[in-house]
């Protein structure tokens, strides 16, 4: 019965990960001894790999708002670079190939860096980066960027409100969800020709956008006063038919309801109609 090998350790701290992204010192040794490790060495470049969706990620977010400038692009080429070394170290040609193109695709973005026509033609390839970059990583770090590009239907309030404006599809949905545009904390208080340069829709719509979610606000705060004065009736029902007083504990709960209540009400009663 063959022996069963050792489990392989791999040192991640940022000495040796740098030694490893270069190609330098014996980081990668242990998977290098034998041709047959060859999946366990793909696997654990794979997983430095990990280690830079944030700088990934921090892009995206700032290159769909509109919001990443020539440092942003020049980090990023960096950590592209770094990575496809690795992968290609690895023999990991997949992740390389991905790496190779997305880096070529930002270059070509540098060059032409005041062209907004350029930027719109880019954001397709940057989403198609994410999605198939996603799918070289695991767990956590895959869906991370997998979650940047993509959104669930019905999961957000919002963004279903918005379906029915005239207009909006799931293409401009996905647009306002890469902006970081899908709750109404961050489209109420926008300004229509701010939500318009962020996204790229036409100055028309992003004013429907703006004013929709307003009016779908007013409708949920009045929405959340008439709960709270029937949920005022049911406690008293409720209490009148079961003998003895309340509980301390959930009067108590109750007395910290009011107050907030209270303090909600007096901070926001200046601005309402």
């Given at each position: 019965?063959?022996?069963?090998?050792?489990?392989?350790?791999f040192?991640?701290?940022?000495?040796?990960?740098?030694?490893?992204?270069?190609?330098?010192?014996?980081?990668?040794?242990?998977?290098?001894?034998?041709?047959?490790?060859?999946?366990?060495?793909?696997?654990?470049?794979?997983?430095?790999?990990?280690?830079?969706?944030?700088?990934?990620?921090?892009?995206?977010?700032?290159?769909?708002?509109?919001?990443?400038?020539r440092?942003?692009?020049?980090q990023?080429?960096?950590?592209?670079?770094?990575?496809?070394?690795?992968?290609?170290?690895a023999?990991?040609?997949?992740?390389h190939?991905?790496?190779?193109?997305?880096?070529?695709?930002?270059?070509?973005?540098?060059?032409?860096?005041?062209d907004?026509?350029?930027?719109?033609?880019?954001?397709?390839?940057?989403?198609?980066?994410?999605d198939?970059?996603a799918?070289?990583?695991?767990?956590?770090?895959?869906?991370r960027?997998?979650?940047?590009?993509?959104?669930?239907?019905?999961?957000?309030?919002?963004?279903?409100?918005?379906?029915?404006?005239?207009?909006?599809?799931p293409?401009?949905?996905?647009?306002?969800?890469?902006?970081?545009?899908?709750?109404?904390?961050?489209?109420?208080?926008?300004?229509?020709?701010?939500?318009?340069?962020?996204?790229?829709?036409?100055?028309q719509?992003?004013?429907?956008?703006?004013?929709?979610?307003?009016?779908?606000?007013?409708?949920?705060?009045?929405?959340a006063?008439?709960?709270?004065?029937?949920r005022?009736?049911?406690?008293?029902r409720?209490?009148?038919?079961?003998?003895?007083?309340l509980?301390?504990?959930?009067?108590?709960?109750?007395?910290?309801?009011?107050?907030?209540?209270?303090?909600?009400l007096?901070?926001?009663?200046?601005?309402?109609?």
């Amino acid at each position: 019965m063959p022996t069963p090998s050792p489990e392989l350790e791999f040192d991640f701290s940022p000495e040796a990960l740098a030694e490893a992204l270069l190609g330098k010192g014996g980081a990668l040794a242990p998977f290098q001894e034998d041709e047959d490790d060859a999946a366990e060495l793909q696997a654990v470049a794979r997983r430095i790999a990990g280690n830079h969706v944030d700088v990934i990620a921090n892009f995206a977010r700032a290159e769909f708002a509109r919001q990443a400038g020539r440092p942003e692009h020049d980090q990023l080429l960096g950590a592209l670079s770094s990575l496809s070394r690795l992968a290609e170290a690895a023999g990991d040609t997949l992740q390389h190939g991905i790496l190779q193109a997305m880096s070529r695709d930002v270059e070509q973005r540098l060059e032409r860096f005041a062209d907004r026509r350029d930027r719109n033609r880019f954001l397709p390839r940057l989403q198609r980066f994410l999605d198939d970059f996603a799918s070289c990583l695991d767990g956590e770090d895959a869906d991370r960027l997998h979650r940047l590009v993509h959104f669930e239907p019905g999961t957000l309030p919002l963004l279903s409100e918005l379906e029915a404006l005239h207009g909006i599809g799931p293409r401009r949905l996905s647009r306002l969800y890469c902006c970081g545009l899908y709750t109404v904390e961050a489209v109420a208080p926008a300004d229509a020709r701010e939500v318009a340069q962020v996204t790229g829709l036409p100055a028309q719509l992003s004013a429907d956008v703006v004013e929709a979610t307003r009016r779908w606000a007013l409708e949920r705060r009045e929405s959340a006063i008439r709960e709270i004065r029937m949920r005022i009736r049911e406690l008293d029902r409720m209490a009148a038919v079961i003998p003895g007083a309340l509980p301390e504990e959930l009067a108590e709960e109750g007395r910290i309801a009011l107050t907030e209540l209270e303090q909600t009400l007096q901070l926001h009663s200046r601005g309402l109609p």
